[in-house]
């Protein structure tokens, strides 16, 4: 099972200012962790939604939205991509993150067997060369 981990925003994130050394070592450490026990797919922080936009969707309209945007607390900060057997490992694992403060979330990523018949065979072929190159 894989699982998206997402690492909500605050003030600090949206404004660009980055995690002291102390943070950034102690996450270092605890990546390393998760790379060795075969968790992490991947991970990585993200910029400030300043650098982001968003495009809204109505029937064939696109309005492009530029960032910054207002809502802290509904943005993201950075994400790991875990692959576990459950969600309750994923938790375990979370538990052990050198977060002092702040909100994550969990959520189980779609496998293309999830879908059914309802999925092309070609769209799940892409997936598994996709899954080849992730390693």
């Known amino acids: 099972m894989r699982f998206m981990v997402l690492v909500k925003a605050n003030k600090d994130s949206e404004a660009g200012v980055l995690p002291d050394e102390k943070i950034l070592t102690a996450m270092g450490k605890f990546n390393i962790e998760l790379e060795k ?3 992490m797919l991947a991970g ?3 910029q400030a939604s300043s650098k982001g936009a ?3 969707f109505s029937g064939n309209k696109r309005t492009v ?3 910054p945007f207002a809502e802290t607390k509904e943005l993201i900060a950075g994400f790991w991509l875990w692959e576990v057997k459950s969600l309750s490992e994923a938790i375990e694992w979370l538990k052990r993150a050198p977060f002092q403060e702040g ?4 959520r189980q990523v779609f496998e293309p067997d999830d879908f059914g018949e ?3 065979p070609e769209f799940k ?3 598994k060369r996709l899954r080849a190159k992730r390693g």
Do not use: F, N, S, T
């Not at 909100?103 to 969990?106: A, L, M, P, T």
């Open 54 to 56: 968003r495009v809204r």
């Open 65 to 67: 939205i530029d960032g």
């Open 37 to 39: 026990a075969g968790v």
């Open 44 to 46: 990585e922080g993200l």
């Open 125 to 127: 072929e892409q997936e």
């Open 103 to 106: 909100e994550v979330e969990i």
């Open 118 to 120: 309802a999925l092309k």
